[in-house]
């Protein structure tokens, strides 16, 4: 995406000094053939200048003339209907020997049952990845990368697609395949496993980038948490989708008479409609489903808050529901967009970023979507101390396009903005295809295009401030801030008041209202069990005193290069404060690992300190509820529900399991019913590459101030050994300095 727009600014450069220098060479032309003296012309977008006399240079590049831009006529393309309703389009381009094709199924994730968010992301990848009923996916790789060929599918919010590319002399090889993953895909179960695994990593780390928080936390802001447009996947929405979901999808939503193609490249266009024609005519149609009817309200004004305490900048986000591009205002909100935050010259950003220093970047408009409200969203990024300032100077900007209406330059350069970019947008065939086929899908006049440049054409600065007046009212944006509270300049709530946005990822297993599906009532057998546990190990008084521990531990760690023995030196001060100095022959010295609700960081000498991604922040803060010891305090405490879960085998024992659920935790204990000791602890987790399901076996129980406490640990990663452990140290409530949980100073640089 970042190559893509250094090319686009490169080509808008390209194309300005082409066009100065035909401007030059049109003047030394003319002026050879008519008198001297200033001639006054007039620019496309209606400003005069003067044209200097013949042998004379201009004395500003401003005075070069400015030829009006040629008629915009890009090649349409060949629209075919088939009978059974499949809609075709064809776009030859003779200039390269290749062949692409691209369909478009309607049907996307708005129309996935909201228990399967997700669903299309799986079905998007796996199309491909999981092959045809004749070949695997990864056969298909191998048959297409000897032929430099491509055949890809993916998944969106309104369509699914599919396409191939590859050279003109390959197509009779390569198409075959093509209608063969349209028709028969396999959908092979190990292929959604990797897409449902893949997609939960991306669950656990989605906390972990401020502007993707901001993003995608803004948008179910505007749009309601339950909308369609704004839903995301959970670990439980993507455990729930099945083989027999894709199967199903496939065979409601892929019909020809839901599908429109384009066929772009060096082909004869009767061969290639005979060709498509064999291949489609005989394929019946078939009821599909109604795109979804969706209701759009516009957001509760106000201030939202996400706390972020790892980062020293803000992301701040103004929205609300923008247009679709139908409106009749498109044109002038489009204008109106480019001049209040389209870019460089834009009044965002020469005022709030160049003139006050408020931003690193800032931007936005309102937007419009072909068949509903886009967002209207602004953005910007600044650092901690400033960021009520620079909401207050957005609000500002904003309301200054009702206080100080456009100028006729600032149109004019928003105009020429906005035209000197379209035609890159459309300097190709294909991307004329493509955009003639979005037209298509949305039920656009085929001539959308063409109007687009006339619509923009003939916006006055009179049409860009009543658009203006309309749709920016700054009173009426929701807006949301990610960031430190702790390093805020002025409190959030001097601009009113504010509203905190939980962000906390359900835990694997778990529905995203976990907290409403949890059993509400202990039983009583449970609970006696786990007191049981309690008086075995100590009893409650003595388990309520312990406030803190300090344990030395030898380890074994499982890793992909094999077991690494470790020392792990550990402070506890519970609830929710763990440091943790690991050493190792493996290691280059000693790493610190520090959790606490404020900061979560790891440190190592020659690598210095970086801070925590909040989603293993979380994972380390939940680990220390889910601990044997606080559980245990909280055996007695009405917030924790208990309660019966069958028997599993641990060892030579047949164990009774007992489910807990409580500060926003939920364990599974396997306790002996006859000593009443814990065998074994379990519970769904997140690590780095997403969920996984961990184990605790229990063992040599060995009393210590008063307490017995188990000495060796052995534990579990999705069934697979993942840790040893015994205990060398264990002390309770020792003396605990409060700088052990200060993030240290980086090392300097070594010396040259």
């Given at each position: 995406?970042?190559?893509?727009?250094?090319?686009?600014?490169?080509?808008?450069?390209?194309?300005?000094?082409?066009?100065?220098?035909?401007?030059?060479?049109?003047?030394?032309?003319?002026?050879?053939?008519?008198?001297?003296?200033?001639?006054?012309?007039?620019?496309?977008?209606?400003?005069?200048?003067?044209?200097?006399?013949?042998?004379?240079?201009?004395?500003?590049?401003?005075?070069?003339?400015?030829?009006?831009?040629?008629?915009?006529?890009?090649?349409?393309?060949?629209?075919?209907?088939?009978?059974?309703?499949?809609?075709?389009?064809?776009?030859?381009?003779?200039?390269?020997?290749?062949?692409?094709?691209?369909?478009?199924?309607?049907?996307?994730?708005?129309?996935?049952?909201?228990?399967?968010?997700?669903?299309?992301?799986?079905?998007?990848?796996?199309?491909?990845?999981?092959?045809?009923?004749?070949?695997?996916?990864?056969?298909?790789?191998?048959?297409?990368?000897?032929?430099?060929?491509?055949?890809?599918?993916?998944?969106?919010?309104?369509?699914?697609?599919?396409?191939?590319?590859?050279?003109?002399?390959?197509?009779?090889?390569?198409?075959?395949?093509?209608?063969?993953?349209?028709?028969?895909?396999?959908?092979?179960?190990?292929?959604?496993?990797?897409?449902?695994?893949?997609?939960?990593?991306?669950?656990?780390?989605?906390?972990?980038?401020?502007?993707?928080?901001?993003?995608?936390?803004?948008?179910?802001?505007?749009?309601?948490?339950?909308?369609?447009?704004?839903?995301?996947?959970?670990?439980?929405?993507?455990?729930?989708?099945?083989?027999?979901?894709?199967?199903?999808?496939?065979?409601?939503?892929?019909?020809?008479?839901?599908?429109?193609?384009?066929?772009?490249?060096?082909?004869?266009?009767?061969?290639?409609?005979?060709?498509?024609?064999?291949?489609?005519?005989?394929?019946?149609?078939?009821?599909?489903?109604?795109?979804?009817?969706?209701?759009?309200?516009?957001?509760?004004?106000?201030?939202?808050?996400?706390?972020?305490?790892?980062?020293?900048?803000?992301?701040?986000?103004?929205?609300?529901?923008?247009?679709?591009?139908?409106?009749?205002?498109?044109?002038?909100?489009?204008?109106?967009?480019?001049?209040?935050?389209?870019?460089?010259?834009?009044?965002?950003?020469?005022?709030?970023?160049?003139?006050?220093?408020?931003?690193?970047?800032?931007?936005?408009?309102?937007?419009?979507?072909?068949?509903?409200?886009?967002?209207?969203?602004?953005?910007?990024?600044?650092?901690?101390?400033?960021?009520?300032?620079?909401?207050?100077?957005?609000?500002?900007?904003l309301e200054g396009m009702l206080t100080r209406p456009a100028t006729a330059q600032e149109v004019r350069e928003a105009k020429d903005a906005i035209l000197n970019r379209f035609i890159f947008n459309f300097d190709?065939?294909?991307?004329?295809?493509?955009?003639?086929?979005?037209?298509?899908?949305?039920?656009?006049?085929?001539?959308?295009?063409?109007?687009?440049?006339?619509?923009?054409?003939?916006?006055?600065?009179?049409?860009?401030?009543?658009?203006?007046?309309?749709?920016?009212?700054?009173?009426?944006?929701?807006?949301?801030?990610?960031?430190?509270?702790?390093?805020?300049?002025?409190?959030?709530?001097?601009?009113?008041?504010?509203?905190?946005?939980?962000?906390?990822?359900?835990?694997?297993?778990?529905?995203?209202?976990?907290?409403?599906?949890?059993?509400?009532?202990?039983?009583?057998?449970?609970?006696?069990?786990?007191?049981?546990?309690?008086?075995?190990?100590?009893?409650?008084?003595?388990?309520?005193?312990?406030?803190?521990?300090?344990?030395?531990?030898?380890?074994?760690?499982?890793?992909?290069?094999?077991?690494?023995?470790?020392?792990?030196?550990?402070?506890?001060?519970?609830?929710?404060?763990?440091?943790?100095?690991?050493?190792?022959?493996?290691?280059?010295?000693?790493?610190?690992?520090?959790?606490?609700?404020?900061?979560?960081?790891?440190?190592?000498?020659?690598?210095?300190?970086?801070?925590?991604?909040?989603?293993?922040?979380?994972?380390?803060?939940?680990?220390?509820?889910?601990?044997?010891?606080?559980?245990?305090?909280?055996?007695?405490?009405?917030?924790?529900?208990?309660?019966?879960?069958?028997?599993?085998?641990?060892?030579?024992?047949?164990?009774?399991?007992?489910?807990?659920?409580?500060?926003?935790?939920?364990?599974?204990?396997?306790?002996?019913?006859?000593?009443?000791?814990?065998?074994?602890?379990?519970?769904?987790?997140?690590?780095?590459?997403?969920?996984?399901?961990?184990?605790?076996?229990?063992?040599?129980?060995?009393?210590?101030?008063?307490?017995?406490?188990?000495?060796?640990?052995?534990?579990?990663?999705?069934?697979?050994?993942?840790?040893?452990?015994?205990?060398?140290?264990?002390?309770?409530?020792?003396?605990?300095?409060?700088?052990?949980?200060?993030?240290?100073?980086?090392?300097?640089?070594?010396?040259?």
């Amino acid at each position: 995406m970042m190559t893509r727009a250094i090319l686009r600014g490169t080509s808008v450069l390209i194309f300005i000094l082409a066009i100065a220098i035909f401007a030059s060479a049109l003047w030394a032309q003319t002026a050879a053939h008519k008198p001297a003296g200033a001639q006054t012309t007039q620019s496309p977008t209606g400003v005069k200048s003067q044209k200097p006399g013949a042998g004379e240079p201009p004395a500003a590049w401003k005075q070069i003339p400015i030829p009006p831009l040629p008629p915009f006529h890009p090649q349409e393309p060949k629209r075919i209907q088939l009978s059974n309703g499949m809609v075709i389009f064809l776009q030859e381009d003779h200039e390269l020997p290749v062949v692409g094709g691209f369909m478009r199924i309607r049907g996307g994730s708005i129309s996935e049952p909201a228990s399967k968010v997700g669903l299309i992301d799986v079905y998007g990848e796996v199309w491909r990845t999981g092959g045809t009923t004749n070949r695997s996916g990864d056969q298909l790789d191998d048959f297409l990368e000897a032929r430099a060929a491509k055949v890809e599918t993916g998944g969106g919010t309104l369509s699914t697609t599919i396409s191939f590319n590859c050279l003109k002399d390959k197509l009779d090889e390569v198409f075959p395949v093509f209608l063969e993953l349209l028709r028969q895909p396999a959908f092979r179960e190990e292929k959604i496993e990797l897409a449902k695994t893949q997609l939960d990593t991306g669950i656990a780390r989605r906390n972990d980038d401020i502007g993707e928080i901001a993003g995608r936390e803004s948008s179910r802001l505007a749009y309601g948490r339950d909308n369609p447009y704004a839903r995301i996947p959970e670990y439980s929405t993507v455990a729930a989708i099945s083989r027999d979901d894709l199967l199903k999808w496939h065979q409601t939503f892929v019909r020809p008479n839901n599908i429109i193609a384009g066929i772009h490249g060096d082909f004869d266009p009767a061969a290639m409609e005979l060709r498509l024609r064999q291949a489609f005519e005989s394929w019946e149609r078939a009821p599909v489903p109604a795109k979804p009817t969706v209701p759009f309200l516009e957001p509760k004004p106000g201030i939202s808050f996400i706390e972020k305490s790892d980062v020293t900048q803000s992301e701040i986000r103004m929205v609300k529901l923008g247009i679709e591009r139908n409106n009749p205002d498109y044109f002038a909100v489009e204008v109106m967009n480019e001049v209040l935050g389209g870019g460089f010259s834009s009044r965002l950003f020469k005022t709030i970023r160049t003139e006050k220093g408020l931003a690193y970047s800032v931007g936005g408009g309102i937007g419009a979507a072909f068949d509903h409200p886009a967002l209207a969203r602004f953005s910007m990024g600044t650092k901690s101390p400033s960021t009520v300032e620079a909401i207050q100077a957005l609000r500002s900007e904003l309301e200054g396009m009702l206080t100080r209406p456009a100028t006729a330059q600032e149109v004019r350069e928003a105009k020429d903005a906005i035209l000197n970019r379209f035609i890159f947008n459309f300097d190709s065939k294909d991307k004329v295809l493509g955009e003639r086929m979005l037209y298509e899908f949305f039920g656009y006049p085929a001539d959308f295009l063409e109007r687009y440049r006339a619509g923009i054409e003939k916006v006055t600065p009179a049409d860009v401030n009543a658009v203006a007046r309309k749709y920016i009212h700054p009173e009426q944006f929701a807006v949301l801030v990610v960031g430190n509270a702790a390093e805020l300049g002025k409190p959030l709530s001097s601009l009113g008041p504010v509203t905190p946005i939980d962000i906390t990822i359900p835990a694997p297993g778990a529905s995203p209202s976990a907290s409403a599906d949890r059993p509400t009532q202990t039983d009583p057998k449970a609970r006696a069990l786990v007191e049981k546990f309690v008086d075995a190990v100590g009893g409650a008084t003595k388990l309520a005193g312990v406030k803190a521990l300090h344990q030395v531990v030898s380890a074994t760690q499982q890793t992909p290069q094999g077991p690494m023995n470790l020392t792990n030196d550990t402070t506890i001060q519970f609830p929710d404060k763990l440091r943790a100095a690991v050493t190792s022959e493996q290691l280059p010295g000693q790493m610190l690992i520090v959790v606490t609700p404020s900061t979560a960081f790891m440190s190592m000498p020659g690598a210095g300190t970086r801070d925590m991604p909040s989603s293993l922040k979380q994972s380390r803060l939940n680990s220390l509820k889910r601990d044997w010891l606080p559980l245990a305090q909280h055996a007695a405490d009405p917030a924790y529900v208990f309660t019966l879960g069958g028997t599993q085998r641990v060892g030579d024992a047949d164990a009774q399991v007992v489910n807990i659920f409580g500060g926003g935790v939920s364990v599974k204990w396997a306790l002996d019913p006859q000593s009443g000791r814990l065998l074994r602890a379990s519970y769904d987790d997140v690590g780095q590459r997403g969920p996984v399901q961990r184990a605790i076996d229990y063992s040599d129980w060995r009393p210590v101030e008063g307490l017995t406490v188990p000495f060796k640990r052995s534990g579990t990663e999705n069934g697979e050994p993942s840790t040893s452990e015994e205990i060398q140290k264990y002390e309770i409530n020792p003396p605990i300095d409060d700088k052990l949980f200060e993030k240290p100073p980086d090392a300097p640089p070594p010396a040259k």
